[in-house]
């Protein structure tokens, strides 16, 4: 099994959305996370998958059927092009009496931010690739992890 | 015209304008409240035959066969909810066989959409899963626009289906976008610029193969590709094959055809494929009733493949050599660097496998009567392709007869085959018939089917009666689901669970509906019969009494590789 990275760049038409989860559902690929905006170009939305998948040949697959919609312009794995990965992460811990300091100070390594202080949680905001998120979280867990919502993938060639 | 002429036109005015500027001469569908203002407007077009049908399942199955015979675009005219409901199984039909239709469906106004009015259904939310493309327009003044992108991509790369869902209030709006000008042609669907290179490499393998099989697929009448394909095999002596869909891409009883392959495929055609060393796929998609077993198949040949759509290249078998183009386009380049090999083995293999065959079944056609006593299909279609010279146009439904019509009958015209390959959808033959029909007026069309398809869409008699259609209409009864009870014959220790047909009187039914009929029983009465339907001047039903243990064999089962084929009834018995 293996991760792929695909980035859809389509027309901005209500629907295209709709579209790329009909086929997701219909082939059944396991999309593990969807990120979409408009890019520089007006009009040209970015949609960014994350695919879990068997082997090399069914990810050139996919793409093929992706492209085939209509409103999709082109269809670019990045997986191993150079490129940078990045994703963001909210988690929401239980922090006890005395204890806002030593969170603070790990959200301090992993370059994050205490974006919300309340009695008893913070609300840590971590930015990254994927590997650094998870690394993260698993730190976190220490303390009661409450929340966990992350953004999935968003990619760009070098 | 009017010389005050308001500069801005109604929507139905625009839609209709659209379809006679596309040069659409039928629209094939049925009325009701979201679609009225524009059929009303449509009614007043000359060049435009509105052909109302009596199920709008039926719309999309004429429609689609319209498009099978003339390779143009059909159209279908519904009104919203349970009207366009019903055209989804005929659309699925087209997406699987790629047939270009484009369903247009009254809807509800968009005001009142998403509140579950009255005969609304999210149909574009349905289409989406089963067209190549659906849109629906919320202002008349995108309606133009809309028509024509529908137009262009159901007509691009892979033909197939569309949907246009127009909401009431956009017939009823006005608006100054009349027709739709672009100044250059969008292209929504690219292929590849064959190199000289590639197609050096793909004589060198054929030049090079001693055992090879090319395949006659759907792609060579969608590509209109005929006599290209003709001139290849000939020019190289190539033997060929044809998938269910390629079926009159080339004449029939051509000295290199092996005839049909896969699942019921021929013993020669199958035979030759398992020992292949080299495969040329020309329009065709490795489906599973093509290929039986994926690991096993053609385990020692190179492959080939030419397709117009890349996502069916390496999908299901990994080739060696691919060309994401049009078919013609590469036969024509590749024919005149193919050179002709004797390859006297491998003829003489093949030929010892068609003659074992034909000494096998050829007693069996001419006694012409089954397990039962009752008329063998196969004979029937052998009959009717002698007294027609293989020369008319046949549309058959979907079952066991179906198998037997593409196995038996003669094609030797181009493109004169029709029937459900991808869907397998019952009840097909009749509907399809008349969209044939409208496309070739002047030529004979017959709709054979069986028992169980003639009653999944027999209202459609009505629109035959309407239309005064000569259509020739065979009903293979043979009081089975003929197919499920052949597997459950097989498979399910004879328990014919659901297969057996109470059948009503079908020539009653054909008499009310107009429609002279013929009942026939011994074999001595089957050329009679086709002679006397072939010289009446208007439709006519004949009913074939025929044996329901009458199997289809070869058969290569899902699961099994061609080297597990079942050749005849006997060597399993």
Redesign the interface.
Known sequence: MKNSTLIVFTENKP?VL??IA?LIR?KMYNVESITAFETETSGITRITLNIRHKDA?KI??IR??I??I?EVKTVVNVTDKPSVARELALVKVAVGNGKRAEVSELVHIFRGNIVDVSKGTMIVEIVGSTEKIESAIQVLSEFKILEIARTGVTAMER | MNKKTQRKKTGSYILAKALVDYGAEYVFGYTGGAIMPFIDELSDVKDIKIVKVRNEQGAAFAAGGYARASGKLGFVMTTSGPGATNTLTGVADCMMDSVPIMVITGQVATGVVGTDAFQESDIVGMMLCTTKHAVQPTSTDELAQTFHELAEVAMQGRVGPVNLDVPRDVQLGSSKNVTYKQRKKERYFETETVTSEKLRAAADMINNSKRPVIFCGHGILLGNAGRQFVSFVEKGKLPFAYTLQGLSGAPTDHALSLGMLGMHGTVAANRAIYNSDLIVALGMRFDDRVTGKLDEYAKNARVIHVDIDDSEIDKNVKVDLSFNADVKQVLTKLTPIVKKQLRATWFTDITKNKQKWDSYITPILKKGTGPNGNLLIKTIMMHLSKLTKGRDNVVSDVGVHEMLVARYTIFKRFNTFFSSGGLGTMGFSLPNAIGVKFARPKERVWAVMGDGGFQMNVQELGTILEHKLDVKIVILNNSVLGMVRQWQDMFFNKRFVETDMTNPDFLKIAEAYNIPGRRIIQPSEIDEAFHWAMNMPGPTILEFVCDKDEKVFPMILPNASFDEMIETEESIL
Do not use: A
């Open positions: 629907g709709n579209k009909i219909k040949e050139d697959q093929k059927q492209l085939k209509v």
